[in-house]
Protein backbone atom coordinates (compact mmCIF):
# COMPACT_ATOMS: atom_id res chain seq x y z
CA UNK A 1 0.00 0.00 0.00
CA UNK A 2 1.31 3.47 -0.66
CA UNK A 3 0.91 5.99 1.72
CA UNK A 4 1.95 10.18 1.07
CA UNK A 5 2.75 11.64 4.39
CA UNK A 6 2.72 15.38 4.08
CA UNK A 7 6.14 17.36 5.02
CA UNK A 8 7.18 20.63 5.13
CA UNK A 9 9.53 21.73 2.40
CA UNK A 10 12.35 22.17 4.74
CA UNK A 11 11.98 18.33 6.28
CA UNK A 12 12.13 16.87 2.27
CA UNK A 13 14.67 19.45 0.73
CA UNK A 14 17.82 17.86 1.40
CA UNK A 15 16.48 14.55 -0.15
CA UNK A 16 15.00 16.28 -3.23
CA UNK A 17 18.50 18.33 -3.93
CA UNK A 18 19.33 16.81 -6.84
CA UNK A 19 15.44 17.25 -8.45
CA UNK A 20 14.59 20.40 -7.85
CA UNK A 21 17.30 22.46 -10.21
CA UNK A 22 18.35 25.95 -9.79
CA UNK A 23 18.15 28.15 -6.58
CA UNK A 24 15.64 30.38 -8.72
CA UNK A 25 13.81 26.54 -8.77
CA UNK A 26 14.31 25.77 -4.72
CA UNK A 27 12.68 29.38 -3.92
CA UNK A 28 9.72 28.81 -5.90
CA UNK A 29 9.08 25.55 -4.45
CA UNK A 30 9.46 26.49 -1.02
CA UNK A 31 7.27 29.35 -1.32
CA UNK A 32 4.40 27.63 -3.12
CA UNK A 33 5.03 24.36 -0.28
CA UNK A 34 5.10 27.30 2.42
CA UNK A 35 1.80 29.37 0.97
CA UNK A 36 -0.07 25.61 0.58
CA UNK A 37 0.14 26.33 -3.56
CA UNK A 38 1.90 23.27 -3.62
CA UNK A 39 2.28 20.36 -1.10
CA UNK A 40 5.73 18.13 -0.15
CA UNK A 41 5.48 14.49 0.94
CA UNK A 42 7.38 11.74 1.74
CA UNK A 43 6.07 8.15 -0.06
CA UNK A 44 5.78 4.98 1.71
CA UNK A 45 5.07 1.44 -0.28
CA UNK A 46 4.28 -0.69 2.03
CA UNK A 47 6.07 1.08 4.50
CA UNK A 48 9.66 1.50 3.35
CA UNK A 49 10.50 4.78 2.18
CA UNK A 50 10.02 4.76 -1.70
CA UNK A 51 10.52 8.28 -2.08
CA UNK A 52 9.87 12.27 -1.62
CA UNK A 53 7.72 14.87 -4.04
CA UNK A 54 6.45 17.82 -4.51
CA UNK A 55 3.25 18.51 -6.44
CA UNK A 56 0.30 20.52 -7.46
CA UNK A 57 -2.96 20.81 -8.80
CA UNK A 58 -3.43 23.26 -11.79
CA UNK A 59 -7.14 23.34 -12.70
CA UNK A 60 -7.78 19.63 -13.69
CA UNK A 61 -4.15 18.91 -14.04
CA UNK A 62 -1.56 16.92 -11.44
CA UNK A 63 1.52 18.44 -11.54
CA UNK A 64 4.88 16.60 -10.49
CA UNK A 65 7.13 19.43 -9.24
CA UNK A 66 9.67 17.25 -8.70
CA UNK A 67 10.83 13.39 -7.36
CA UNK A 68 13.85 11.88 -5.51
CA UNK A 69 13.17 8.12 -4.52
CA UNK A 70 13.48 4.46 -5.14
CA UNK A 71 12.09 4.20 -8.74
CA UNK A 72 10.94 6.52 -10.74
CA UNK A 73 8.74 3.95 -13.13
CA UNK A 74 6.88 2.90 -10.56
CA UNK A 75 6.18 6.01 -8.96
CA UNK A 76 5.01 7.31 -11.99
CA UNK A 77 2.34 4.41 -11.62
CA UNK A 78 1.15 4.86 -8.28
CA UNK A 79 0.94 8.84 -9.69
CA UNK A 80 -1.03 7.61 -12.40
CA UNK A 81 -3.54 5.44 -10.22
CA UNK A 82 -3.56 8.33 -7.50
CA UNK A 83 -4.82 10.83 -10.24
CA UNK A 84 -7.38 8.52 -11.68
CA UNK A 85 -9.04 8.59 -8.75
CA UNK A 86 -9.40 12.33 -7.85
CA UNK A 87 -10.56 12.71 -11.17
CA UNK A 88 -7.72 14.66 -12.89
CA UNK A 89 -7.53 15.16 -16.47
CA UNK A 90 -3.78 15.21 -17.29
CA UNK A 91 -0.68 14.28 -15.02
CA UNK A 92 2.60 16.93 -16.19
CA UNK A 93 5.44 17.21 -14.34
CA UNK A 94 8.57 19.59 -14.56
CA UNK A 95 12.47 17.86 -14.91
CA UNK A 96 15.98 18.61 -16.02
CA UNK A 97 16.83 14.90 -14.89
CA UNK A 98 18.70 13.27 -18.24
CA UNK A 99 18.39 10.24 -17.33
CA UNK A 100 14.46 10.48 -16.33
CA UNK A 101 12.99 10.47 -19.83
CA UNK A 102 14.01 6.07 -19.70
CA UNK A 103 10.98 6.10 -17.04
CA UNK A 104 9.02 6.95 -19.43
CA UNK A 105 9.48 4.08 -22.46
CA UNK A 106 6.37 2.01 -22.84
CA UNK A 107 3.97 4.64 -21.22
CA UNK A 108 1.78 7.49 -21.89
CA UNK A 109 3.97 10.06 -21.46
CA UNK A 110 4.86 12.47 -24.17
CA UNK A 111 6.89 15.68 -24.15
CA UNK A 112 4.01 18.90 -24.04
CA UNK A 113 6.65 21.68 -23.58
CA UNK A 114 9.92 22.91 -22.85
CA UNK A 115 10.08 25.82 -20.65
CA UNK A 116 12.74 28.54 -20.11
CA UNK A 117 13.17 30.75 -17.42
CA UNK A 118 15.39 33.34 -16.22
CA UNK A 119 16.64 34.90 -13.10
CA UNK A 120 16.39 38.76 -12.69
Given at each position: ?T ?58 D ?38 F ?20
Open positions: MEFIKKGFLEIENHLKNSIGSKFDRELLKNQVDTGRAQAYQVLEDGQDFGYTIIRQEKHFVICCYAGVNGKDFLNVIKKLAVKNKFKRIRFHTERKGPKYLEDTDFRIRETVWSCNL
